[in-house]
Nanobody
């Protein structure tokens, strides 16, 4: 059974930084694409970042230049480094993994992803 567990969510002040993590179990992630999504209060879920098997990355327009996605296949973990945080970044952050081994491309489109975590809360105060 594939499971994704996020961690590291916290409350930070505007301009601060935070790194959140997602550990995958029940499957190797080495040949899969992974992504981060978020859903703020009263908002639709949006794609934040995606990373492919060969470490190619893609970002949503609202986070480009501030967020960095990375992966450590040896630890079966994907990270999201967030800098210059703004109140509008406040959201539940979810990691997700596709189910197209060897054929996937990094994406911020949620319909591409088969497996989802439960989320970790990030709150940015002004």
């Amino acid at each position: 059974q594939v499971q994704l567990v996020e961690s590291g969510g916290d409350s930070v002040q505007t301009g601060g930084s935070l790194r959140i993590s997602c550990t995958v179990s029940g499957s190797t992630m080495e040949n899969q694409c992974l992504g981060w999504f978020r859903q703020g209060p009263g908002k639709e879920r949006e794609g934040v970042a995606g990373i492919g098997m060969y470490f190619k990355t893609i970002y949503g327009d609202l986070v480009k230049g501030r967020f960095t996605i990375s992966r450590d296949n040896a630890k079966n973990t994907v990270y999201l480094e967030m800098t210059n945080l703004k109140p509008e970044d406040t959201a539940m952050y979810y990691c997700a993994m596709e189910n197209q081994p060897w054929w996937c491309l990094p994406s911020v489109q949620s319909h591409n992803y088969a497996y989802w975590g439960q989320g970790t809360q990030v709150t940015v105060s002004s």
